[in-house]
């Protein structure tokens, strides 16, 4: 099982798109995938048509003692499967509080709650450090990174990558890479570009060569767990997402299971991610 989660501090950089994209797109190549969505907001499963299940079939069970193996609700989207997020995983959070509540979600998935075996489990989380993105970073090998080419953009992933650094340290060295994907790139601008070459540049690897180009079809939400994939599956944004979910999955394999932590010695971003003024010079 893969466990990857998919994080950025900063809001509206594409993340649960992606989660939605990527899983279909994993679904579509065969692999056997699950998303939990870990955003107490819960878009993703609004967009999935599974805005608020009743609080036993959510993400919440995850952080539940007296649940067994295989009692955990999961919903059928197409080509993949879904752990819906809850609005009460906001009041849940109070309580969460103790150095081990960062283990809930591993301990769930590792000791068979799910009750089937998955490929790839993906994680959408929120904006923001909170226990539970602490929980996905913390139950994953690999960690995703959706980022705009742009000034406040870079800066929130690069902090971003700062902190999963941290957690790698910290609390899980099996965390082994952090995959940088462009997102809503738009060609004709200059800045995009820029900002790509100097991430490219600064953190070599980790930065997937494929993109996501900025497509409205993609941006559209179909409520019944389909995906674009499903509607149009020549569109740009879904033919970006296949290859982006081939060169990850590539990547993925190359690192190998066992292989220690890659970005261990990646760069420490500095407080000086440089703004369109100084990008060029
Ligand atoms: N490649 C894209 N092109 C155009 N719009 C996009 C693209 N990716 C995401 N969006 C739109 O941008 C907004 C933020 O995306 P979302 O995936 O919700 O980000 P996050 O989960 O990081 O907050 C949404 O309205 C979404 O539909
Ligand atoms: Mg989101």
Redesign the pocket.
């Known amino acids: 099982m893969l466990p990857l989660a998919v994080c ?1 501090h900063k ?8 989660v939605a994209h990527i899983a279909a797109a994993l679904g579509l190549s065969g692999h056997q995938t699950l998303v939990i969505d870990l955003d107490p907001q819960g ?1 993703l499963s609004r967009m999935l048509g599974i805005p608020e299940a009743a609080r036993e079939d959510t993400a919440l069970a995850l952080f539940e003692h007296d649940r067994e193996p295989g009692e955990v609700q999961i919903f059928g989207m197409s080509g993949f499967d879904l752990i819906p997020s809850s609005s009460l995983l906001t009041k849940r959070m109070r309580s969460l509080n103790k150095p081990t509540d960062v283990l809930w979600v591993k301990e769930s998935i590792e000791s068979g709650l799910l009750g089937r075996e998955y490929d790839v489990v993906l994680f ?1 989380t929120a ?1 923001a450090v909170t226990v539970f993105s602490l929980n996905a970073l913390v139950a994953s090998r690999h960690a995703l990174i ?1 980022v705009l080419p742009e000034y406040q953009g870079v800066v929130g992933a690069e902090q971003t990558f700062q902190t999963i650094k941290l957690i790698r340290k910290r609390l899980n060295p099996r965390l082994q890479r952090t995959h940088f994907l462009f ?2 790139v738009d060609g004709r601008k200059g800045i995009h570009q820029s900002y790509r070459q100097y991430m490219r540049k600064k953190y070599e690897g980790h930065v997937l060569d494929t993109i ?5 079809s ?2 559209e939400s179909y409520e019944d767990g389909t995906t674009l994939f499903d509607h149009d599956p020549q569109a740009r ?1 879904a033919r970006d997402y296949a290859n982006v979910t081939d060169e990850l999955m590539r990547k993925i394999q190359a690192d190998g299971d066992g292989a220690a932590a890659t970005d261990a010695e990646a760069p420490v971003p500095d407080a000086s991610t440089p703004t369109p003024e100084t990008l060029n010079s």
């Open positions: 950025n809001g509206g950089t594409g993340k649960t798109t992606s878009f959408d904006a959706p997102t809503q996501i180009r900025t497509s409205t993609l941006a944004g």
